[in-house]
């Protein structure tokens, strides 16, 4: 979940940028003829779409997984407990003892 919130982060950041910085491409405010002869809005128009679609492509076929309080709802704990080995690193990887506490843990939260 860590690297999904990070590209999220990343792709609103360098979409901002981006079209923000698209902006330098228009003529000067003060030239109307420019402004009317020019089609670089259209440019700047369509290029939040693009970057929404990659997004969105990114989230549903590249980051896949599911929150783990909905697993836990659910009650597919083997997913549960796998999402949080991915999740949560622990100094001893085949320690399953401090997986199954966190999962206890939040098992508890979610009933209160």
Known sequence: MGSFAMSLNASICFGLF??????????????????????????IWIAPAVIGLVEILLTLFVMRLEPISYLMMMGSNT?????????????????????????????????S
């Open 18 to 43: 981006a079209v923000f910085m698209m902006g330098i491409i228009l003529p000067d405010a003060d030239d109307f003829e420019a402004a009317k002869e020019d089609e670089l809005w259209r440019l």
């Open 79 to 111: 997913e549960c407990e796998e999402h949080l080995g991915k999740v949560y690193r622990k100094k001893d990887a085949s320690n399953k003892e401090s997986i199954n506490s966190i999962l206890h843990d939040m098992h508890m939260s979610i009933k």
